[in-house]
């Protein structure tokens, strides 16, 4: 019977421990994706054995040293948050088919970029929660940053410096295309500038026709134009 509890402490031990430090359970999550990902597109056939040898560190850490695991999980999945940029970008560009990313396999065609870069934004926002969570290097600045914005914990009420990098993201996102595809290889129906310009003409054009009362085929758009503004009918 001692016996018997002698071997089953170990085993209760390192479920504590598991428990106490739960984020490590997600180490590995990043690694299989990552392997999901290299497997469906040949691009970077190269990377499969060095992910294939990682997915098994990345057990092993968590069952053997979960404190250590908890705290490296949160850069795995900063690591695999960026691999979505990745995805979008090669979507956008090239045109690629066949990447595995999120659970869907996302393509060019459809709403597949925008389930990308919402999955990728979903999957940094989990990295910082698991940051401030493990208490892994960086929480102290996510804490002190969240107390600046709501005014608690000491912190004078203010816009913390390091709310810059999702602002700087939100730019690159709906400003920075010339950035991603140049002057003039922007992908057809992907201008992020096409859509607000063909609404600000369509709202101007109502705005004018309300204004002067003329038929929407007026060649004299203009209302100080219109003739009959001036009086000589239409």
Known sequence: ??????????????????RANWPALLLPVPAAGAIGLVWSHQVAWWALPVLAALLPLAVAATLRFPSVAAKIAPFAWFGYGCLGFVVAY??????????????????WIGHSLDYVLLVTFLIMIVAV?????????GSNAVRRAAHQVFGTGGQPRTVPALLLLPVIGLWEESCAGRLWFG?????AGRNPDHGGRRCAGRMARATRRDLCGARPDCPRPGPELCPR???RGH
Request: charged share 20%.
């Open 1 to 18: 019977m001692d016996r018997m509890t002698t071997l089953s402490t170990p085993a209760v031990t390192r479920a504590e421990r598991l």
């Open 90 to 107: 090669a979507l956008l560009r090239w045109r690629t088919v066949g990447w595995l990313y999120g659970g869907v396999t996302a393509t």
């Open 129 to 137: 929660g698991l940051l401030v969570l493990a208490g892994a290097p």
């Open 183 to 187: 002057l003039d290889r922007r992908p």
């Open 229 to 231: 503004r001036l009086g």
